[in-house]
């Protein structure tokens, strides 16, 4: 599932090839991933010129401008399989390509692909932008240390829960909340609000790291996620825990653990990643069964 590495690669992508250039013509091959009205969609989008690209959390957005108008914004998420991609007119279609955006003259297109068809678009004004934005917490790569530290004051749930709570903090997923915990030294079950100052800004700076890595290689794919050109992330050679139960830890040579939190697998380093005495409930029979087979390592 594209995170906040995979957007901001797309993002720095479109800025560079697609900066300035107009929508000539909008196709939409799948109603369902459009938020709204089709109609209304296709025609705030007609004619306009891509003026900025930007990036909050996971969610893209790309400002259109059209003379004698207010600002409209094209609002794009991935969910789990979308792709975001420029290609030539002439190439071929691939299946789920869902909605085509023929650009200038028409020898460009920038088409959306989304297999399971979690992803959306939107056509928001400034004022609805706003407030679609509100809902989001503040954006993980540019989050201060004080208000990341305040923000996990009394929290009692599982830490990797809090760092995926897009209300909390925007932008971070199964990866990359996995890869900090373990870089940080922490458990996954573990309380924010009883994690120590010294852990918690460990934790801070650990999610800025590995962010910053993982924009550095444009991302990680396993399966689905290409960058604006079509070609995969590589970050996925530098995972440390991500989708590595059972390996060995790079750190300590330990047995890496899967378990499953909130219906999220979430892998660590038992050694490394120590269960500490109050640790998170998780609720139904599963949650239960890998708690204590987690307790018991």
Not at 156 to 180: C, V
Request: aromatic content about 6%.
């Amino acid at each position: 599932m594209p995170e906040l590495p995979e957007v901001e690669t797309v993002t720095r992508g479109l800025r560079e090839l697609a900066l300035g250039l107009s929508v000539k013509t909008v196709d939409v091959r799948h109603t369902g991933v459009i938020v709204g009205s089709c109609e209304a969609f296709a025609e705030n989008l007609r004619g306009r010129r891509i003026q900025s690209v930007s990036r909050q959390g996971k969610v893209l957005m790309v400002e259109l401008a059209r003379d004698g108008d207010p600002a409209r914004y094209l609002v794009i998420r991935l969910g789990m399989t979308g792709q975001l991609t420029i290609q030539p007119r002439e190439a071929p279609l691939e299946p789920h390509t869902h909605v085509r955006l023929v650009l200038d003259e028409g020898e460009k297109e920038l088409r959306f692909r989304d297999v399971r068809r979690f992803g959306n678009l939107r056509c928001l004004d400034s004022r609805e932008l706003a407030n679609f934005l509100a809902r989001l917490g503040p954006d993980a790569q540019r989050a201060t240390a004080e208000g990341f530290l305040a923000a996990m004051r009394g929290r009692r749930g599982a830490i990797k829960s809090w760092l995926m709570n897009q209300q909390a903090l925007a932008g971070l997923g199964n990866i990359y909340a996995d890869e900090a915990l373990f870089e940080a030294r922490i458990h996954p079950l573990s309380q924010p609000g009883r994690v120590a100052p010294r852990k918690a800004l460990a934790l801070y700076r650990a999610v800025q790291r590995v962010l910053a890595r993982a924009v550095a290689k444009q991302g990680t794919s396993f399966r689905d996620y290409l960058d604006i050109e079509g070609r995969p992330g590589r970050f996925a050679m530098q995972l440390k825990v991500y989708q590595r139960a059972d390996e060995p830890c790079r750190r300590c040579r330990a047995e890496i653990r899967r378990i499953v939190i909130g219906g999220r697998s979430s892998h660590f380093c038992p050694h490394c990643q120590p269960r500490p005495r109050h640790v998170a409930k998780m609720r139904g029979p599963r949650a239960s069964a890998h708690a204590r087979a987690a307790a018991s390592r």
